[in-house]
T-cell receptor, first 108, second 113 residues
Framework: GQNIDQPTEMTATEGAIVQINCTYQTSGFNGLFWYQQHAGEAPTFLSYNVLDGLEEKGRFSSFLSRSKGYSYLLLKELQMKDSASYLCAVKGYSTLTFGKGTMLLVSP | EAQVTQNPRYLITVTGKKLTVTCSQNMNHEYMSWYRQDPGLGLRQIYYSMNVEVTDKGDVPEGYKVSRKEKRNFPLILESPSPNQTSLYFC????????????FGNGTRLTVT
């Protein structure tokens, strides 16, 4: 099975940079996803990493270290609309297991 | 528009009354899955399907059934709902079970009294 750990809550200021960490222990690894979920809405896909390194997509970047069982999501130039829950999810052979999510609050 | 459609959005029912939550996708996706989301527990997988007529248990399958008779539909059946199944349910699909991202439906908020 998989065990995924991420902080419960984080706060940051508009315009700043924030890093959300995710650590995992897994018996099988086929990639790591990050999703964003606004309150009362469905999760939406942000990024996917399967090889070590950094993937950049506009203001969002995601990093993976398979040897350390570690990933982070980096959000730059924070905007108020980035206030949401960020879900780390680890892909096994056929199942996708989600962490409990990190609630990010962006303040003016 | 490419989407995953769940119905109903809200449902209040009583213990023991069988119910079905429908899920349909129009993207010709092979992989479909059901999750429930509870405060403090995150998203937990109930059942998934790799393709037509192929279904498998996720992490919390007890009390649920699914079927995949057609590629586009993946209904979730609660034969005898109980209050501990009160939750927010999401259906999701992806092109394949590999590195394809999941597309989620808008959710079904179920209350069992």
């Amino acid at each position: 099975g998989q065990n995924i750990d991420q902080p419960t809550e984080m706060t940051a200021t508009e315009g700043a940079i924030v890093q959300i960490n995710c650590t995992y222990q897994t018996s099988g690894f086929n990639g790591l996803f990050w999703y964003q979920q606004h309150a009362g809405e469905a999760p939406t896909f942000l990024s996917y990493n399967v090889l070590d390194g950094l993937e950049e997509k506009g203001r969002f970047s995601s990093f993976l270290s398979r040897s350390k069982g570690y990933s982070y999501l980096l959000l730059k130039e924070l905007q108020m609309k980035d206030s949401a829950s960020y879900l780390c999810a680890v892909k096994g052979y056929s199942t996708l297991t989600f962490g409990k999510g990190t609630m990010l609050l962006v303040s003016p | 528009e490419a989407q995953v459609t769940q119905n109903p959005r809200y449902l209040i029912t009583v213990t023991g009354k069988k119910l079905t939550v429908t899920c349909s996708q129009n993207m010709n996706h092979e992989y479909m899955s059901w999750y429930r989301q509870d405060p403090g527990l995150g998203l937990r997988q109930i059942y998934y399907s790799m393709n037509v007529e192929v279904t498998d248990k996720g992490d919390v399958p007890e009390g649920y059934k699914v079927s995949r008779k057609e590629k586009r539909n993946f209904p979730l059946i609660l034969e005898s709902p109980s209050p501990n199944q009160t939750s927010l349910y999401f259906c999701a699909s992806s092109l394949r079970a590999g590195n394809s991202p999941l597309h989620f439906g808008n959710g079904t908020r179920l209350t069992v009294t």
